[in-house]
Each structure stands twice: as structure tokens, then as C-alpha cells.
């Protein structure tokens, strides 16, 4: 019914920026908040950043005045800016879009969490 594809993912050096895309599509009725999460390797999957369907944001205190979260509403779509990449940032990015949608019989059902597939972003020289 609902599908996430996150995309903007790389390599950049420290310091360095990415702009991270997240696009739904489908039977959407309306979306509440949307988010970034993130994983690296051996550790659990830690909150970004937030945004409500209102504009208001919520970050980690490890990203906090580094990255910045925004939505356009008009296209089911957020978005996450990084800038001053640390080697420590470096792990696959989720996007979660938490939304109302249509079934099959045109039912409104929800909310949901739907999740990306994720993006890799590596911050090394």
C-alpha cells in the first residue's frame, strides 16, 4: 500500500556534505511525522531526526546543529541535509514515514510505520 525508497547516500571525506531523499508513494491518505534513523555496524538503530506534520522538528544531541530535516508535503517527501560529516555518522540511513492510508476496499486505515530499504552514507578519508 505504502512504499518508502530512500536515495542521496555515499562516500564523502569528514567534513564534508550529503543530502539524504526520502520519497513515499502509494495509497496515502495522510502523513504524520516522518524521520531518519540510523545504524552502523554493531549498534542499535539510533533516532536522527523527526519532523511532524506541522514543521516541528526533534533532534539527537549527536546531530544536532550539524544536520536538518525538512519535508515537502506536496511531494509524500522528506528530506535530511548533512553537513560537517564525521567518520562517526558513518551507517545505513532509514527513512520512517508514519501515514494513513487506503486498503484495497478504499478503507482508511492507520496510522502505520513504513519503513526504506536504507542508504549507506560512509564518512571517510
Known amino acids: 500500500q505504502v512504499q518508502v525508497v530512500e536515495s542521496g547516500g555515499g562516500l564523502v571525506q569528514p567534513g564534508g556534505s550529503l543530502r539524504l531523499s526520502c520519497a513515499a508513494s502509494?495509497?496515502?491518505?495522510?502523513?504524520?511525522?516522518m524521520g531518519w534513523y540510523r545504524q552502523a555496524p554493531g549498534k542499535e538503530r539510533e533516532l536522527v531526526a523527526t519532523?511532524?506534520?506541522?514543521?516541528?522538528?526533534n533532534y539527537a544531541d549527536s546531530v544536532r546543529g550539524r544536520f536538518t530535516i525538512s519535508r515537502d508535503n506536496a511531494k509524500n517527501t522528506v528530506y535530511l541535509q548533512m553537513n560537517s560529516l564525521k567518520p562517526e555518522d558513518t551507517a545505513v540511513y532509514y527513512c520512517?514515514?508514519?501515514?494513513?492510508?487506503?486498503?484495497?476496499?478504499?478503507?482508511?486505515?492507520?496510522?502505520?510505520?513504513?519503513w526504506g530499504q536504507g542508504t549507506q552514507v560512509t564518512v571517510s578519508s
Open positions: 520512517n514515514v508514519n501515514a494513513f492510508y487506503s486498503d484495497v476496499h478504499i478503507l482508511i486505515k492507520g496510522p502505520d510505520d513504513y
Open positions: 502509494g495509497s496515502i491518505e495522510r502523513i504524520n511525522n
Open positions: 519532523i511532524s506534520n506541522s514543521g516541528s522538528t
